[in-house]
């Protein structure tokens, strides 16, 4: 069964870059079925979805970190990655990676849908 | 952006009890397009339940899914010890995914 790492510093400075990766172990993430998602959670603002990449490239964000945020894969380390700058306090958080079902509509968008497998997440601390 | 109100917050229930948890959209989602999660404390959520009513793999009979448009519903069926914890409601009839605010069922 699919497994989920993220990893990455646990402390970062305000206004610098965050940066974590998640390593996907017993599955690859060089698959057409799925797209991999970044979600965070804070005591504020609850569940927040951050954006989701397909292994070929293509990525979804959410619009009010969009500006901020990169997301990126390394198929040959299993791995995607998230980079959010100009972080504040507000961006501390538990980040989780997830597997993301995705569809394709009839007129050929995608469209992401759940999340079915969830890293065991990591609390990111934004702090001067 | 959907808004996604969850009520009510906190649900204080007994073991054997039946509970009914509510998920109201800021706007129609359309056909079927919300999914539930169940996460107890140090834990990731888990998928229960997506496209309304399926339940994800593993997940017991106890749990089940129903409404449209902005008025979706989980319900589990009779409690038991580990059903104890806080669940959340997630939209993707749009293009921004959004959660909702939780709901926790805790022990009476």
């Known amino acids: 069964q699919l497994q989920l790492q993220e990893s990455g510093p646990g402390l970062v400075k305000t206004s610098e870059t965050l940066s974590l990766n998640c390593t996907a172990s017993l599955g690859s993430i060089d698959t057409n079925s799925y797209y991999w998602g970044w979600i965070r959670q804070t005591p504020g603002k609850g569940l927040e979805w951050i954006g989701s990449?397909?292994?070929?490239?293509?990525?979804f964000y959410n619009p009010s970190l969009k500006s901020r945020v990169s997301l990126s894969v390394d198929t040959s380390k299993n791995q995607f990655s998230l980079r959010l700058n100009s972080v504040t306090g507000a961006d501390t958080a538990v980040y989780y990676c997830?597997?993301?079902?995705?569809?394709?509509?009839?007129?050929?968008?995608?469209?992401?849908?759940?999340?079915?497998?969830w890293g065991l997440g990591t609390l990111v601390t934004v702090s001067s | 952006e959907v808004v996604l109100t969850q009520s009510p917050g906190t649900l204080s229930l007994s073991p054997g009890q039946r509970a009914a948890l509510s998920c109201r959209a800021s706007q129609s989602l359309g056909s079927s397009d919300l999914a539930w999660y169940q996460q107890k404390p140090g834990q990731a959520p888990r998928l229960l339940i997506y496209d309304t009513s399926t339940r994800a793999t593993g997940i017991p009979d106890r749990f089940s899914g129903s409404g449209s448009g902005t008025d979706f519903t989980l319900t589990i069926r009779r409690l038991e010890p580990e059903d104890f914890a806080v669940y959340y409601c997630?939209?993707?009839?749009?293009?921004?995914?959004?959660f909702g605010g939780g709901t926790k069922v805790e022990i009476k």
């Open positions: 997830a597997r993301h079902t995705y569809l394709v509509s009839f007129g050929g968008a995608i469209v992401v849908r759940w999340f079915d497998s």
């Open positions: 997630q939209q993707y009839g749009s293009s921004s995914l959004t």
């Open positions: 990449i397909y292994y070929g490239g293509n990525t």
